[in-house]
């Protein structure tokens, strides 16, 4: 075993084996993807890019050549019928609804003949309003403060490295609080200066979604105000979960069968949520860890996903993917 860990240790210092690449264990890979194009180009959270649109191009053309990529019906009838994944499977998913998924990705998804879910929080589409994320990150960049604690915030954030890593940190703390997300803006405010007006916020319209939804494309629910569900209440919880549902179904005329948890993380949703979703009449959920999943039928409402950072290469997408839990 420990031998067994140490070889593997090796192995992911120095690379993936082709032999171990070819011969990866059979499961859903489900990839997660939010923005796509230019961070340095944009005034709002760089946290959220996964990659540039020519970098999607060219992991896509490259995963598509050694996964059977499917599409979200396909995956439900995979869970619904099958205990253990018999295959290798990709998945590709987008969260939040950001505009470059249509005018970067679809072109780019339709050329390779791929399907993908856009996972939208209902809340943010046509509501020129920046979400918290981006209005933090947007206060932050223009400011030129280089430390910042809340009174109700665990620790004292510092820019140590560059003004990217400052933002996550920042959001991170925002995050892991109780307080009123709301609040902590305000208290940001007063901190940096209220700007006299914010950008506006670049999520798809729903002329966008229907396009995608009409051309192969499925949509899920995001939630309606992206907000963590386990912090809410049992009411405020159920809302969003059947809002975002009815207002997608009215809007696209199909039925929505599938979730992402805003955030993801492990403790944003728990079994109240996942029971909520199961009346609600979705059949599949996503969360925010990676790992492989295997036991389908088992986790079909915790499917685990990885997600695609900035900077990653080919070496550093088959590492993530060849060396990652199976679930
Ligand atoms: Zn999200």
């Known amino acids: 075993m420990l031998a067994k860990r140490i070889q593997s240790k090796v192995e992911s210092l120095l690379g993936v084996s082709d032999f171990r690449w070819k011969h990866l264990p059979n499961g859903v890979y489900v990839l997660n993807l939010h923005r796509i194009g230019d961070v340095a180009s944009s005034k709002l959270d760089p946290n959220v890019y996964s990659c540039s649109a020519e970098k999607l191009q060219q992991h896509l053309t490259y995963l598509k050549q050694y996964f059977d990529i499917i599409s979200l019906s396909e995956l439900i009838d ?115 200066g209220k700007p006299t007006a914010y950008p506006n916020s670049e999520f798809m319209t729903w002329e966008h979604i229907r396009e995608l939804s009409a051309n192969g494309m499925d949509i899920g629910a995001h939630s309606h105000s992206h907000d963590i569900l386990a912090k809410l209440d049992d009411e405020q919880m159920l809302f969003e979960l059947s809002h975002s549902k009815s207002i997608l179904e009215e809007k696209l005329g199909k039925k929505v069968r599938a979730f992402s948890y805003p955030v993801g993380s492990k403790n944003t949703y728990n079994d109240s949520v996942i029971e909520a979703l199961i009346n609600n009449g979705y059949e599949i959920a996503f969360n925010f860890h990676p790992g492989v999943n295997v036991n389908l039928s088992k986790n079909r409402y915790d499917l ?24």
């Open 78 to 192: 995979l869970v619904s019928n099958t205990s253990r994944a018999d295959g290798k499977y990709l998945v590709v998913t987008f969260d939040d609804g950001y505009r470059d998924n249509f005018e970067l990705a679809y072109p780019i998804l339709k050329s390779l003949k791929i399907p993908a879910v856009f996972f939208i929080a209902t809340g943010l589409i046509e509501n020129a309003e920046l979400p918290w994320w981006d209005k933090v990150a947007y206060l932050i960049q223009r400011s030129h403060i280089k430390k910042i604690k809340l009174p109700y915030w665990k620790e004292t954030v510092e820019l140590t490295g560059n003004r990217q890593i400052f933002v996550r940190l920042i959001l991170n703390q925002i995050k892991q609080s109780t307080s009123p997300i709301c609040q902590q803006i305000t208290d940001i405010e007063n901190f940096v």
């Open 304 to 327: 685990c996903r990885f997600t695609i950072e900035y900077m990653m290469d080919d070496t550093a997408l088959k590492k993530m993917l060849t060396y990652a839990k199976r679930i």
